[in-house]
């Protein structure tokens, strides 16, 4: 570049798309959830049933039962509890509409407040919030947001809730059984399958977590060890006792 030349404009930046995993806790939450509590449950039970001398046939009835029982527990569970967390916002949502067609003063130096403590100066953040206010539904989403945490846009579905539990929780359970269920009846391989599962199914997890994949499926498998030990303990004195 010669002296005296004209420096050349900086480079423009430009926007980028970019993506974020669902933490509104919408199917994530429920088949993380669903396929662990599927996986501990019905190896903790196969332990239990087995420690306490039931037949084969016996521990795929129960299994097979408490497969079909928990996973429609599950999903009417996360369906219900999505679906309340879901009104509870509407009727946040509409008390906080109210107040600002009662109350838009107020309201609005609410919204200045809110930008301010997050660093605009104070004219700046009176200005920024009239002309947002300008917008209902903007302030609306501006104040449920700051008061309550949660975008009202952003609420995750009960039905893919239910779905997402009901399925994982069916294909955790199922694994402990598989062995039985080929014909392989022994107690050891069933709870290997199990243990199997749940390292599989925490390494899985760590995906979504800054966790290592092998510190969140040894967590996983030393939780499902410890309730199938408990279990197969409490099984075991059970069948000594009945015998």
């Not at 930008?115 to 989403?141: H, I, Y």
């Not at 975008?151 to 995750?156: I, N, Q, T």
Request: hydrophobic letters at 50%.
């Amino acid at each position: 570049m010669t002296a005296g030349a004209p420096l050349p404009p900086p480079a423009a930046a430009e926007a980028h798309e970019h993506s974020h995993a669902d933490v509104s806790g919408g199917w994530l939450r429920a088949a993380v959830f669903g396929a662990m509590d599927g996986l501990v449950t019905n190896t903790a039970l196969v332990a239990g049933v087995g420690g306490g001398g039931a037949a084969p046939r016996g521990i795929v009835l129960a299994g097979v039962a408490s497969l079909v029982a928990g996973a429609v527990s599950m999903a009417l569970g996360e369906y219900t509890s999505v679906k309340t967390q879901n009104e509870q916002l509407d009727l946040e949502v509409e008390k906080e509409r109210r107040e600002l067609e009662r109350n838009p003063e107020g309201e609005l130096a609410e919204l200045t407040e809110m930008l301010r403590v997050r660093g605009v100066d104070d004219r700046l953040a009176r200005q920024v919030a009239v002309q947002l206010s300008r917008d209902p539904e903007t302030a609306l989403r501006l104040h449920v947001l700051a008061e309550l945490g949660v975008s009202p846009e952003d609420r995750p579905s009960p039905t893919v809730a239910a779905v997402s539990s009901f399925l994982t929780f069916g294909t955790g359970a199922l694994l402990p059984l598989l062995p039985y269920l080929l014909g392989v009846s022994l107690l050891w391989v069933a709870l290997l399958c199990g243990g199997l599962g749940l390292l599989t199914a925490g390494a899985i997890s760590s995906r979504f977590t800054p966790r290592p994949w092998w510190f969140a499926g040894l967590r996983q498998l030393v939780f499902g060890a410890a309730a199938a030990g408990i279990t197969y303990l409490i099984g075991s004195a059970i069948g000594v006792a009945v015998s």
